[in-house]
């Protein structure tokens, strides 16, 4: 049954031969793989990475999420002030003047506050080493906590610099009745929606679907790529939201494909956005997806533009998704 329908698909969808592959390869998908996650990351497990990589790790510090870089932050900041507090403990704790306690436990504490002070340089001067040991250890840590605040300066100022897109897509990609006099033949069209997350302002927005579909070729199942051509590749100012859309007309890949045809051939539509953004004067880009199981059939976007009682223009960021049936 599944042949079949694979068959047929495949017999349905319009051949174009400059498809490019658009850098995946040819390897064919399962029904339960992405070749392109939801963030724009390549579905892809990569083997044989050294384990360790300067490159890597900044690349990772950079990009990571805020939180997760805050909390890396201050993990080391911690353990480096726990790790030379034990050293000051363990081996020479009365090298160490003017410390004032009554437990053990308040003693660590004043050991504990004292390599805060040299790992900052901050020296608030009540306590002081007395003892070569705890010198040669104080001086160790300062320069230790030079070089690790200026890292951090480093990495502050990378993420900060770092020009980036920050759109909220449709969580789904749908086909819609369809009425355009630029395109007369086609009554549905395939379409998903963006919309800016941030105040900011993007210029020269450019947008690109990829068709990627599976494709018997000598017996073996291929990965095929074809661009869609869309109603408006490119807007100057992304204000509002903006609805991409791809008129299905004959000479579309997708002309006559129902929703089983596009799931015999384990359809993607890979997404791409490429923007300039006004703050830093830098292109920026975004990348998605759709699987099949995300096309819903049938169906239209909800309006997310609408006017508040002074008569000034509003857009519902919430409503990003929304759809109800086309009839």
Known sequence: MHKRRFTRGLARIKKKEDAPEYGFGSISTSNDQRMLNKDGSANVIRLGEPRFSIINLYHALVTMPWWKFNIYVLAIYLFGNLFFAFIYYAVDPNGLGGMTYHTEYEKFLEIFFFSAQSLTTVGYGRLNPVSLFDSTVAAIESMVGLLGFALATGLLYGRFSRATAKLLYSDNIIVAPYNNVRFPTADKAIMFRIVNARKN??????????FAYNEEVNGSIVRRFQ??????????????SWTIVHPIVPESPLFGLTLEDIESVDAEFIVSIKAIDDTYVQQVYTRSSYTWKEV???????SVISK????????DLKKISSFKSAE
Do not use: D, S
């Not at 661009?227 to 509002?240: D, H, P, R, S, V």
């Not at 819903?296 to 909800?302: A, S």
């Not at 508040?308 to 857009?315: D, W």
């Open 227 to 240: 661009q869609l051509k869309l109603e408006t590749e490119k807007i100057n100012l992304l204000a509002m």
């Open 308 to 315: 508040n009682e002074q008569g000034i223009t509003t857009i």
């Open 201 to 210: 302002q993007l210029i020269e927005i450019e947008a690109l679907i990829m």
């Open 296 to 302: 819903k059939w049938g169906v239209k976007f909800e």
